[in-house]
């Protein structure tokens, strides 16, 4: 059951550095109702010293060029791991991206990442914000230099990899391990699922579920909520950003205003909305599939069925997907010790 993985997750709150060279095993497993790991972390697989410096390096501001921004500047706990209250993320030099950061959770379950799709395997992600001009803009071997010249970085590299080296692979691998730990899986919706205490849904809820099932389950499917494909959504496109989507890394025009489907766990703590954050509401969101979709280039086919453009939706059907997307949001998870930061 799902809560064995919260309970292990739970005893191993205080696993950071305690000095000792040996290594052991993240006990950890796979949510009943979740899928199997669209990653394969075989050769990476979590360690308890591993997943320990992978939390210190995503919190530490030196994974940036001037030492001022941290992975955990853009992904906040509290809001399953999204930069809050931002449309637009900043980074370092205070510089504006495009794009609203997306939420870190069940990471392993993921297929593909970003918006764009920069990355498609959990160890190479972190090198996208940590190479971006805007985001943290430094390199890994230079960061590589700035952690040897810490004596406790030394101790925890030598602890967690049999090499024991501060090197490139190494950091992204740390970073990895983190985050396949991510996992989010007990919201009351998980328990209604899998029929454990807590799970009771109202029937607002469980119309909701409905609705959505019907409605909105093509693209976001399975628990993870996401199918990990791009689509264009019909968006208006904002011209002062001309975001291209999925087209800034394939080239082809085809992928032009393509996105990354999201997950939609934890959803109600996540706003803004969309991949530049223009809605502040999921009222605002599903206002928006039912009377907003517009004919853009590459619209999805999922979104122009019978000559009608988006999602029709009631103000009721509204109010009652809603309700069961707020069944998604993971107390547990936001609240983990583990993945607090360690000072």
Same mark, same amino acid.
């Given at each position: 059951m799902?809560l *064995?993985?919260l309970a292990?997750i739970s005893?191993?709150k205080?696993d950071g550095?305690? #000095? %000792?060279?040996e290594?052991?095993?993240?006990?950890?497993v796979i949510?009943?109702n979740f899928?199997?790991?669209a990653?394969d972390i075989s #050769?990476?697989?979590?360690?308890e010293q591993?997943?320990a !410096?992978?939390?210190? @390096?995503?919190?530490?501001? +030196?994974?940036?060029?001037?030492?001022?921004i *941290?992975? *955990?500047f853009?992904?906040e706990?509290?809001?399953?791991f999204?930069h809050?209250?931002?449309?637009?993320?900043? #980074?370092i =030099?205070?510089?504006?991206?495009?794009?609203?950061?997306?939420a870190?959770?069940n990471?392993a379950?993921?297929?593909?990442?970003?918006y764009?799709?920069?990355?498609?395997g %959990?160890q190479?992600?972190?090198?996208?914000p940590?190479h971006?001009?805007?985001?943290? =803009?430094?390199?890994l071997?230079?960061i590589?230099?700035k !952690?040897a010249?810490?004596d $406790?970085?030394v101790q925890?590299?030598?602890?967690?990899f049999?090499?024991?080296?501060i090197?490139?692979?190494?950091? @992204?691998?740390?970073?990895?391990?983190?985050?396949t730990?991510m996992i989010?899986?007990?919201?009351?919706?998980?328990?209604?699922?899998?029929?454990e205490?807590?799970?009771?849904?109202?029937?607002l809820?469980?119309?909701?579920l409905?609705?959505?099932?019907?409605?909105c389950?093509t693209? &976001?499917?399975?628990? %993870?909520?996401?199918d990990? +494909?791009?689509?264009?959504?019909? @968006?208006p496109?904002?011209?002062?950003?001309?975001d291209?989507?999925?087209?800034?890394? /394939?080239?082809?025009?085809?992928d032009?205003?393509?996105f +990354?489907?999201? *997950?939609?766990?934890n959803?109600?703590l996540?706003?803004?909305?969309? &991949?530049?954050?223009?809605f502040?509401?999921?009222?605002?969101?599903l206002?928006?599939?039912?009377?907003?979709?517009?004919?853009?280039q590459?619209? $999805?086919e999922?979104?122009?069925q019978? #000559?009608v453009?988006? %999602?029709?939706?009631?103000?009721?059907?509204?109010?009652?997907?809603?309700?069961?997307?707020? /069944?998604?949001?993971?107390? /547990?998870?936001?609240?983990?010790? @583990?993945?607090?930061? +360690?000072t």
């Open positions: 799902c *064995s993985v292990i005893c191993n205080d550095y305690t #000095g %000792i060279p290594d052991k095993p993240f006990n950890f949510p009943e899928p199997p790991m990653q #050769g990476n697989s979590p360690t591993g997943v !410096l992978g939390r210190k @390096l995503f919190y530490d501001n +030196k994974l940036s060029r001037n030492n001022t *941290s992975c *955990s853009c992904h706990q509290a809001f399953a999204t809050h209250g931002h449309d637009l993320s900043h #980074g =030099d205070n510089l504006l991206g495009i794009r609203n950061a997306p870190v959770q990471m379950f993921q297929s593909e990442y970003f764009d799709g920069a990355s498609n %959990i190479l992600l972190s090198i996208v940590i971006n001009p805007v985001e943290m =803009d430094d390199n071997s230079n590589a230099s !952690l010249m810490d $406790d970085y925890r590299f030598q602890s967690a049999e090499n024991g080296e090197s490139s692979s190494n950091i @992204l691998n740390a970073l990895a391990q983190f985050m730990v989010s899986a007990d919201s009351k919706y998980d328990k209604y699922v899998r029929n205490p807590g799970g009771t849904m109202s029937q809820e469980l119309q909701g409905d609705l959505f099932q019907s409605k389950a693209c &976001h499917v399975t628990d %993870i909520f996401t990990s +494909k791009f689509r264009n959504n019909g @968006l496109i904002n011209p002062n950003l001309n291209l989507g999925r087209e800034t890394v /394939t080239g082809f025009e085809r032009r205003y393509k +990354k489907v999201p *997950s939609l766990r959803v109600a996540t706003k803004p909305y969309m &991949h530049d954050g223009r502040g509401s999921l009222e605002s969101v206002n928006f599939y039912s009377n907003g979709v517009q004919q853009t590459n619209l $999805d999922i979104l122009q019978n #000559g453009l988006g %999602i029709p939706l009631t103000e009721n059907e509204k109010q009652a997907i809603i309700a069961f997307l707020k /069944t998604l949001t993971d107390e /547990t998870y936001i609240n983990n010790p @583990l993945f607090y930061e +360690k």
